[in-house]
Structure formats: C-alpha cells, structure tokens
C-alpha cells in the first residue's frame, strides 16, 4: 500500500519538512504533487518526477526529481516551486495569523502532467503552512503615512 507522510504536518512556512513516499515497487516511476487553493479560490500547483530507490521509497531530500517543475535534489521544491493555473496570479497570504496554506501531496502512477487537481492519486495527506506561530500577537500601526502591522511575540 502506498503512503505519503509530511513530518511535521503542521509547521510554520519558513520551516523545512520531510516528505517521504513508502509502499512503491523498486523503480517505479511517479510524480509528486502539491497543490493548494489561495484565500481567492486560485489554484497553485507544483509536480516533480521521481523513480522509487531499490526499497520502494522516495524522499525529495535525498534522491533528484527527474524533471516537472523542478529537477535535482530539492527538499522542499514541491512547495517554492508552486505555480499558479491562471496567469499572472500570485500566491499571497491576506490573513496571516487566522490560517494556514492547507497543502495537499499527492503521489501518481508514471508521469502526470495534467493540471485537473481531481486526478486519482495512489496516496496523498494535507501540510498545514502558518505565517504566524502560536502566541503572536498582531497589532495595526497607522503612524501618519505609515502602514502596517507589529508582530509581538508571545
């Protein structure tokens, strides 16, 4: 059975995760996606294509993507490669201390390149990404001209 794990699911965006894929025939190939839905409804999308080393798993930290949005070693390519499906959109996160980017990995047989995110996975599980830890407090500043906001640890 195939299984994908994100370690730690939930983390801060600027923290690094591990993401390994358990459960393949030894080289099989398989492309890893990762895609989210914006604040706007806007889809972003990443993918990568990986063949499963001789114990049937694949870890984006350890072996080379062979190509898609990205290609060689990259831990955590799947999320700094995210790229919007209409163009010309950015991803940008409005409320930053409310909730977090929910990603969702997924792992599909041979090369995928479709951008319909209803394509049937062999495994997938959800990334939680906050901007803001536990604790922070968020205060507006309106200073004359100046506009923007002070984040106050706990």
Known sequence: ?????VTP??????RPVQIRVRGLSPSQLVTLRAWLKDERGECFQSRAFF????A??????????????????WPMGLFWFLQPDSPFRRLVKRDVAGSPFRVRLEVLGGLSLGTDPKEQPLASC????????????????????????LFLPP
């Open 1 to 5: 059975m195939v299984e994908v794990t």
């Open 9 to 14: 699911r939930s983390s801060l965006a600027d």
């Open 51 to 54: 063949l499963a080393d001789g």
């Open 56 to 73: 049937g798993e694949v870890d984006p930290g350890l072996h080379a993507a062979l190509g898609g949005s990205y290609s060689g070693v």
């Open 126 to 149: 959800e990334a939680e990404r906050w901007y803001v830890g536990p604790g922070v407090q968020r205060v507006p500043v309106r200073e004359g001209r100046v506009r923007g906001a």
